[in-house]
């Protein structure tokens, strides 16, 4: 499956659209993990143990819009978008969605 932030993937035409589809994953962090990654904000640098739980999350919603898309009958997704955001009691958890068009090439 083919999946772009571009409306269209260069050299092939979109012969049907399939309709929006979207992931979404949230994520809580820890309370190790914010004693940690508060060190890191103390003393400087970047903090590769949330920076995993991000990758991770994006990966997830992506599956997840990937699935979607491969029921619609789609071997493509463009245009898609993602967006992070905190939520929960003081911004403890983290939600990544995405969305794109399923496409078929």
Do not use: W
């Not at 260069?10 to 994520?27: A, N, P, Q, S, W």
């Not at 962090?29 to 103390?42: E, T």
């Not at 009958?73 to 983290?94: F, H, K, P, R, W």
Request: aromatic letters at 6%.
């Amino acid at each position: 499956m083919l999946l772009s932030t571009t409306p269209t993937i260069d050299g092939r035409r979109i012969l049907e659209y399939k309709g929006v589809v979207t992931g979404e994953t949230i994520v809580g962090a820890n309370v190790l993990k914010d004693f940690m990654a508060g060190l890191r904000d103390f003393f400087g640098g970047r903090s590769g143990t949330y920076e995993k739980v991000l990758r991770d999350a994006k990966e997830s919603a992506m599956r997840e819009m990937e699935e979607r898309a491969a029921e619609l009958g789609a071997n493509a997704v463009v245009g898609i978008d993602l967006d992070y955001e905190t939520v929960g009691q003081g911004g403890s958890m983290l939600m990544v969605t995405c969305s794109g068009t399923a496409v078929v090439l």
